[in-house]
Every structure is written in C-alpha cells, then in structure tokens.
T-cell receptor
C-alpha cells in the first residue's frame, strides 16, 4: 500500500507568486493534517480536516493561506502572494481515525523556497 | 496552552550503547497523549512510541522505551542497543483534547560506529 505522498517535493517561487501544494493521504484515512516546519525546528500545526470538513484552521499564519479537501481525500494547501517568511517544509499527515490522538502517517514534505 | 521542551539540541552515542533523550511538557489537561516521532535525514517522519497519560505503565516498542513521570511532566525516550539506523531527529509531541499536536524543537541523535 502506498503511503502519504506530496507534490511537488520542491518548489521555488518568486515573492508575490501563488503556490499550491498537494497531499494524497493514505486511502480511507479520515484525518488529514498540515504542518509547517522551519529549518531546524519542530513542525507547527496549520490545519486539520476530518473527511471533507475543515475542523480547525487556527494555525494558518495569515489569510494568504488556504486549505481544502473537497472530497475527503486529496488536500491542497494554497499560499497566495508568497513572502520570504513562508519558506519552510510543508508536511502533510493522515490518520485512520478522527482526532489527533492516533498515529499520524507523514508524507515526505514539500520544501518551499520563496526568493 | 500546551508547551513541549526538548533541552538537548544534539546527542551522540556509541553504537550498541544506550541513550536517553529528554522531554518535558506542560498542560492543564488531565487527559492527553504523548508521542516520540523520528525524522531520519531526507526521509519521512515516523512514529516511534505513544503513551496515554492515564496509563501508568511505561510504553515500550522493542529497543525503545519511555520513562513517563506524570507528576514531573517528563517523558524521556530510552534507546537501547543503538544502531546506525537510529540516527535521526527525534521529536517529542503532545496532544490533549483537540487536534493540535504541540511539538518540541527536536534532538539530533548521532550514532558513532
């Protein structure tokens, strides 16, 4: 069985450009999480989906960040008008059950560099 | 608000020996879960071990075990018989009643052959 996949693996954007990061969770997983990981730091929670419902978006740093999971499977994290401080690795994780108390299965991440 | 602190940015251990990674946390909740995740270089984050706060027994997974001291809010990870493949960043994390995992800054573990 395939694990969590993310694309692209690397993205270079010029400041001001919009970017879209894709996450394909493990099939059938209910929960999907997005994290932002700065170099040398632990991940920071961005948002949480249970199926297609976005139950928590309190970690999104600004209204330039938007996430969706319209059919309860694939998710897209969109960043509008990228800024240099958006440079980080964006991790996606899925979990078979609802909530954050179960094992999360992580993708390889998308490394975003904003010039 | 929850916090998780890993005070050791880097640790090194000789292959086949034992190493302990420290983690302290702070939460006002009585029901929470604690995790250790491993992030090898250029590879995916994977779960090492999980502890439910209401369970007094320390979790173990093969060579990995935890020392969970609830009153002291301490959750250290012991790796026995260290192997080269254990080299990675290790992150401690906690979650209470909501969905947000709170993560420590990580400890880089170096294995000396």
């Amino acid at each position: 069985g395939a694990g969590v996949s993310q694309s692209p693996r690397y993205k270079v954007a010029k400041r001001g450009q919009d970017v879209a990061l894709r996450c394909d969770p493990i099939s059938g997983h209910v929960s999907l999480f997005w994290y932002q990981q700065a170099l040398g730091q632990g991940p920071e929670f961005l948002t949480y989906f249970q199926n297609e419902a976005q139950l928590d978006k309190s970690g999104l740093p600004s209204d330039r960040f938007f996430a969706e999971r319209p059919e309860g499977s694939v998710s897209t994290l969109k960043i509008q008008r990228t800024q240099q401080e958006d440079s980080a690795v964006y991790l996606c994780a899925s979990s078979p059950a609802g909530g954050g108390r179960n094992e999360q299965f992580f993708g390889p991440g998308t490394r975003l560099t904003v010039l | 608000a929850q916090t998780v602190t890993q005070s050791q940015p880097e640790m090194s251990v000789q292959e086949a020996e034992t190493v302990t990674l420290s983690c302290t946390y702070d939460t006002s909740e009585s029901d929470y879960y604690l995790f250790w995740y491993k992030q090898p270089p250029s590879r995916q984050m994977i779960l090492v071990i999980r502890q439910e706060a209401y369970k007094q027994q320390n979790a173990t997974e093969n060579r990995f075990s935890v020392n969970f001291q609830k009153a002291a809010k301490s959750f250290s990870l012991k790796i026995s018989d260290s192997q080269l493949g254990d080299a990675a960043m290790y992150f401690c994390a906690s979650v209470d009643s909501n969905y947000q995992l709170i993560w420590g800054a990580g400890t880089k573990l170096i294995i000396k052959p």
